[in-house]
């Protein structure tokens, strides 16, 4: 009887530590999730204002955080005083967010999120109101594109 007893406890402690192991290792996971989330924005924020000299051109590759799916991005002009709320926006979360006014940068993971606004983006012609952008091999390649107070946000192939 009390080797079962033994064996129980024994159950007991190396399920206890299975589940905190578990446990941490989701932990360790989300938080770098999160830093690379935070990295990207500082990135990709920092490049949009940097280059935004009319005529720069640089291409630059950022390493997609973890979850994400796409990169969008709603052109600055539809933030102006009295610009029109852009049609063909079918994202919920996006079309809300430039209805307020509040976000123009936006990550698609499992949900669609905000990511920070800058008045710099531009888009090409063509790909207004917003353009996603897809990773490839874990990476986005960026062309951006300076326009004098804009960035134009282009992928590259």
């Not at 446990?23 to 360790?28: E, N």
């Not at 809300?96 to 990550?107: G, M, P």
């Not at 090409?124 to 946000?153: A, M, N």
Request: include cysteine; hydrophobic fraction near 40%; charged fraction near 25%.
């Amino acid at each position: 009887m009390s080797h079962v007893f033994t064996y129980l406890v024994i159950i007991l402690v190396v399920g206890v530590v299975a589940l905190m192991g578990y446990k941490a290792v989701l932990w360790l996971i989300e938080t770098q999730c999160k830093q690379q989330r935070i990295g990207f924005e500082q990135s990709l924020l920092g490049f949009i204002d940097e280059y935004s000299d009319y005529g720069f051109s640089e291409e630059e590759t950022l390493k997609a955080p973890c979850d994400v799916r796409e990169a969008c991005f709603v052109d600055s002009k539809y933030y102006e005083e009295g610009a029109a709320v852009p049609g063909g926006i079918t994202d919920k979360v996006i079309k809300s967010h430039v209805l307020d006014k509040t976000d123009n940068i936006f990550i698609i993971t499992e949900f669609t999120e905000p990511m920070g606004f800058s008045d710099k983006i531009a888009l090409k012609q063509e790909d207004q109101p917003y353009k996603c952008f897809k990773p490839r091999v874990g990476e986005f390649k960026f062309l951006f594109k300076g326009l004098g107070r804009k960035t134009q946000i282009e992928s590259v192939d």
